[in-house]
């Protein structure tokens, strides 16, 4: 039986997460015809193209994007192993993370990973700062420890990311509203009067996008900066909310949800970090207490 080449673990895990053999080049320090061909390899290994063609980028196969969720962790795991070990006593650890975060995933994770934390290490104390764009300065400057959100092309190259949990948009209304009765079709739900929710202050998106093709459009009567806001004014109002499902899974109790009548892609939701902080004993630690929280989190879902 031929052994695996366990090298190729890491080059898989930067060629998914970069999703560009020349980005995974530069983060690898190999030039980018070495870095093909270590793709080429593991196509052959896996028995799929895992990135292909779409335009002028590559876009990741169903089964790169299965295999996305897990390698990561594969590698870091390993990683641990091959470390020097070190002794973490978190009953005696005086720390202060900074953890930067979009609206709603504070409120849905945050009681969960505070009484976790204050059980194991009562000496560590969690700053949450609101995630205002898409910006990686505060990771690379040492002002922020942790940051969750959606890789964007715009992420710095250098950063660690981590996947915690795959996301999509749903509907949201008061209970009793009209769309809580039958059917939510994309021509009801179109006519409804909508919530839009952009940092950027934007009234269009994927939503949209969908609706457009089926020949409608949806009035927007408000744009908000965060989830919350987003379903505070549908509890209270008839406005509609479309908001990630797991992101505000508590944020819409006592309320009606339901599956969009058209399809938007999926988010998977990540937690990202600065590669000077790998090996810290505490922060390895915070990083597998936040991805337990959101794997515990998706079990109740």
Do not use: Y
């Amino acid at each position: 039986m031929t052994k695996p080449d366990f090298n190729l673990l890491v080059t898989l895990d930067v060629l998914l997460a970069e999703g560009s053999v020349a980005r995974a080049a530069r983060r690898l320090r190999l030039s980018p015809s070495a870095m093909s061909r270590a793709l080429a390899r593991l196509r052959r290994t896996l028995g799929d193209p895992l990135l292909v063609r779409a335009g002028r980028g590559l876009v990741p196969t169903p089964r790169a994007l299965e295999l996305r969720e897990g390698v990561g962790q594969l590698v870091e795991d390993v990683e641990a192993v091959l470390r020097p070990a070190e002794q973490l006593d978190l009953k005696q650890l005086s720390r202060i993370f900074t953890l930067r975060t979009s609206e709603g995933f504070v409120e849905n994770f945050g009681p969960a990973l505070i009484a976790r934390i204050g059980k194991e290490a009562p000496g560590i104390r969690l700053r949450f700062v609101q995630k205002a764009d898409k910006d990686n300065a505060p990771l690379r400057d040492g002002s922020v420890d942790l940051e969750t959100g959606v890789v964007v092309e715009t992420t710095g190259p250098e950063l660690r990311a981590q996947s915690l949990f795959r996301d999509r948009f749903i509907g949201v209304v008061r209970k009793g509203h009209v769309l809580s009765r039958g059917k939510v079709t994309p021509a009801r739900f179109a006519a409804g009067r909508h919530i839009s929710v952009s940092r950027r202050g934007r009234d269009k998106g994927p939503i949209d996008d969908a609706l457009k093709v089926l020949g409608l459009e949806r009035e927007i009567v408000t744009i908000v900066g965060g989830f919350a806001t987003a379903l505070a004014l549908a509890r209270a109002s008839d406005l509609i909310a479309s908001v990630p499902e797991r992101h505000t899974g508590r944020l819409r109790a006592g309320m009606f949800s339901f599956p969009l009548p058209v399809a938007t892609p999926d988010l998977t939701v990540s937690m990202l970090w600065h590669p000077r902080l790998d090996a810290d004993p505490a922060h390895r630690w915070l990083r597998g207490c936040v991805r337990e929280i959101c794997v515990g989190e998706k079990r109740k879902a």
